[in-house]
């Protein structure tokens, strides 16, 4: 009984932590000045950071969370796929200030 209490507690922060960089990525996308399809294969959006997230859950095994006919080594951690966006945002900021 205590490892589900765990487990459920784990799962309850996990939701709320991708709420949040959900909702802080979204925000973002909307203000970036420089919009072009840059941005979505950086990874911003909705539809893009879920793809990140499902693949590295399918890295850890959770095989039910994405399809992945690779091998699952080749899946980026998902902070990996983070800071590569914001790198790529990052690299932009000039453009913005023209």
Known sequence: MKLSVQMETSLINLSDQYTELTRMSDDFFRVVPVRSGLMRNAG?????LEKS????????GWGWAASYPYNRADIKPFSDTVKASVKTVMAMKPEAIK
């Open 44 to 48: 911003f959006g909705p539809a893009q």
């Open 53 to 60: 997230f499902r693949m590295f859950m399918n890295k850890l």
